[in-house]
């Protein structure tokens, strides 16, 4: 990838910087942003997925999931992750066709993402349940800075045929 092939926009809505860069597949591409972690964040990043994804002519639906999503991976990292080493979380989505991937970046935690059991007693905890239900698939990897909570949405994971 050459500096040419990455471009960056600020949102004056929203106050983020995204980076966009071409995918692996040629109609693939990757949308990059780091934001506080704090849960202010997570408003601005609904906000900034959704007008991106509207600019694209994606779905409704799909754009809708994506932006459930989204605020359901950032407030699980808010609430119980420590944030990456420059005091961020890396959101990311992956957009080929009319296939979503979104993905948090943390620092980590106490305990692997897992959604919580069903049950009519808890205030909250229900998040990844969620995310369960609209995706095709999702996952947590770790890489070397931490966890990455990832969901597919709109068709077939991408992380498998790539």
């Known amino acids: 990838m050459t500096p040419e092939d990455i471009t960056h926009t600020d949102d004056r809505d929203t106050g983020l910087t995204v980076s966009e860069s071409p995918g692996p597949g040629a109609d693939s591409i990757i949308c990059t942003v780091r934001v506080p972690a704090d849960a202010s964040s997570v408003g601005r990043i609904r906000k900034e997925i ?10 409704e639906d799909l754009v809708g999931e994506a932006e459930i ?32 991937e979104v993905e ?17 007693w808890l205030s909250s905890g229900r998040g990844l349940r969620i995310v369960r239900a609209l995706a095709h698939e999702w996952g947590v990897t770790e890489d070397r800075t931490g966890n990455v909570v ?3 949405l709109g068709g077939p994971s991408r992380r498998r045929a790539t």
């Open 69 to 100: 999503v989204v605020s359901e991976l950032l407030t699980n990292a808010v609430r119980h992750a420590r944030p990456l080493t420059d005091g961020t979380f890396r959101v990311r989505w992956k957009i080929r066709g009319d296939v979503v």
């Open 104 to 120: 948090v970046t943390d620092g980590g935690g106490a305990t692997v993402p897992r959604p919580a059991p069903r049950t009519v």
């Open 150 to 152: 990832w969901a597919t």
């Open 50 to 59: 959704v007008a991106d994804l509207d600019r694209r002519d994606l779905p």
